[in-house]
């Protein structure tokens, strides 16, 4: 039961540089989310997405997109990466609206050099 | 604007303590509130969702209130164990899945 599968673990990026972060799930939710987590921040709302096709922006959307082409898939992409989107970056996901529990990846850490 | 905060930052008990986590918001019309567990280097895991319609909920030594009319939630551990020792969050969510968190407070249990 892999539930929540973020890759890859660990990345380092030259500045400008692009990449995408992966996050798959396997038990058919609707919903599912970016966050990055910083020290002394908690985790903030990136992008998320209520269904395949419906994406929509969190709290610091810039600099990043996303697209949900499936209901297991939802790709994170920086588009010309920087020193401030060093960071640990979580992709979650839930059932449904009415079922709102989290169950998060095991996260990718990401520094921009 | 929601914001949660969590008091303490940081927290050491000895074992076997009983210990309450504190987590307040500003916007008392949420769907529900949740709170985790954080290992480090790993991802978080939910540990209670509280509805919005509902005032605690309770697994194994864990309880966690929610009074929505003062903008408080509480995580009661009892009988704390090392194994206890985590990052704890708190999390409020208006529906929509727009789910804000606070940043936590770091338990060490001492054996």
């Known amino acids: 039961n892999a539930g929540v599968t973020q890759t890859p673990k660990f990345q380092v990026l030259k500045t400008g540089q692009s990449m995408t972060l992966q996050c798959a799930q396997d038990?058919?939710?609707?919903?599912m989310s970016w966050y990055r987590q910083d020290p002394g921040m908690g985790l903030r709302l990136i992008h998320y997405?209520?269904?395949?096709?419906?994406?929509d922006q969190g709290e610091v959307p810039n600099g990043y997109n996303v697209s949900r082409s499936t209901t297991e898939d939802f790709p994170l992409r920086l588009l010309s990466a920087a020193p401030s989107q060093t960071s640990v970056y979580f992709c979650?996901?839930?059932?449904?609206?009415?079922?709102?529990?989290?169950?998060f990846g095991s996260g990718t850490q990401l520094s921009v050099l | 604007k929601q914001e949660v905060t969590q008091i303490p930052a940081a927290l050491s008990v000895p074992e076997g303590e009983n210990l309450v986590l504190n987590c307040s918001f500003t916007?008392?019309?949420?769907?529900?509130l949740q709170w985790f567990r954080q290992d480090p280097g790993k991802g978080l895991t939910s540990l209670l969702l509280?509805?919005?319609?509902?005032r605690e909920q309770t697994s194994g030594r864990l309880n966690a209130s929610l009074d929505k009319s003062s903008g408080r939630s509480t995580l009661y551990i009892a009988a704390s164990q090392p194994g206890d020792s985590a990052t704890y969050l708190c999390?409020?969510?208006?529906?929509?899945?727009?789910?804000?968190f606070g940043a936590g407070t770091r338990l060490f249990v001492k054996a």
């Open positions: 979650a996901s839930s059932y449904s609206i009415g079922d709102e529990k989290l169950f």
């Open positions: 038990m058919n939710h609707e919903y």
């Open positions: 997405s209520v269904g395949a096709g419906i994406t």
């Open positions: 916007d008392s019309a949420i769907y529900n």
């Open positions: 509280i509805q919005s319609s509902q």
């Open positions: 999390a409020a969510s208006k529906g929509g899945f727009k789910t804000i």
